[in-house]
């Protein structure tokens, strides 16, 4: 299984990538393995304001529909308007152009919080 070690993850199996003062969002080759064909995901708009540990949007499968969870607070800058047109892009190509969102960074110390590479990977195998 792919993990990146330059990204940061979630308990929720979501990554961040720290772009300058954002971080981009996506979800990890474990969760888009988990959910099988995604089909629709839905996101906030641009300009919205998130909460770390708060749903911002679902994402749809052929088999389940998932909250998706905010990795960190902040102003929503962008969305992946390809997942709009492509959702299967998050499946083929999680940590690529597959991400969802990309947030502000309004608090660096939230960032401290979520899991290396090396423990989320603990973090599945203890989970499996």
Same mark, same amino acid.
């Given at each position: #299984?792919?993990?990146? @070690? *330059?990204? $940061?993850?979630?308990? /929720?199996?979501? &990554?961040? $990538?720290? %772009? +300058? %003062? =954002? ?13 099988? %064909? ?6 906030? *708009?641009?300009? /919205? ?9 679902? !994402? ?6 998932? @909250?998706?969870? =905010?990795?960190?607070? +902040? ?7 390809? !997942?709009? %047109?492509?959702? *299967?892009?998050?499946?083929? /190509?999680?940590?690529?152009? +597959? &991400?969802? !969102?990309?947030?502000? !960074?309004?608090? =660096?110390?939230?960032? /401290?919080?979520? #899991?290396?590479?090396? +423990? ?9």
């Amino acid at each position: #299984m792919n993990i990146p @070690d *330059e990204l $940061r993850y979630t308990k /929720d199996h979501e &990554w961040v $990538r720290e %772009d +300058g %003062d =954002a971080a981009v969002v996506g979800i990890t080759e474990h969760a888009q393995g988990e959910l099988g %064909d995604i089909v629709f995901v839905e996101f906030p *708009e641009a300009g /919205d304001n998130v909460t770390k540990n708060e749903p911002f949007g679902t !994402i749809e499968a052929v088999k389940t529909v998932a @909250d998706l969870f =905010a990795p960190i607070s +902040g102003e929503v800058l962008e969305i992946n308007e390809a !997942i709009e %047109d492509a959702p *299967e892009l998050a499946n083929s /190509d999680p940590y690529g152009e +597959g &991400w969802l !969102i990309k947030i502000s !960074i309004s608090n =660096a110390e939230e960032l /401290d919080s979520l #899991m290396s590479a090396s +423990g989320y990977k603990l973090f599945i195998e203890s989970e499996g």
